[in-house]
């Protein structure tokens, strides 16, 4: 695995748990249907992640982060989404979208590494 690994799943978790408080939060405030999608996704980012630890091989482990990556993708929207319609305010939007492009752009650099280790 690679050495960027050990980050990706610090961030991962600590990202997660962000999402967590998130979606505790809008469920406190009766949001459902975004709560319910960020809570997924954005837990899914590193669960993919910890999956690709134990991947059968170099292909294998690429997918899982290639997944993990659209996760994170997938949560970028959502927080977009409660942004604009106001459930959370800009700063903490701007604080888990610093996070989540954090975790985006270390997830691409450990795809590119091991993609390149395969040729």
Request: glycine share 4%.
């Amino acid at each position: 695995m690679e050495k960027s690994s050990n980050k990706l799943i610090d961030l991962s978790v600590s990202f997660a748990v962000e999402i967590l408080n998130l979606v505790k939060f809008l469920k406190s405030q009766q949001e459902t249907i975004i709560s319910n999608q960020i809570g997924r996704a954005g837990t899914s980012i590193g669960a993919n992640i910890h999956e690709a630890q134990y991947a059968h091989g170099k292909p294998d482990f690429i997918a899982k982060l290639q997944i993990a990556l659209k996760e994170a993708n997938e949560t970028s929207y959502w927080l977009l989404l409660l942004s604009k319609s106001n459930y959370i305010i800009p700063a903490e939007y701007d604080r888990l979208e610093s996070l989540c492009r954090e975790l985006r752009i270390t997830l691409i650099s450990s795809i590119n590494i091991a993609k390149d280790n395969i040729k």
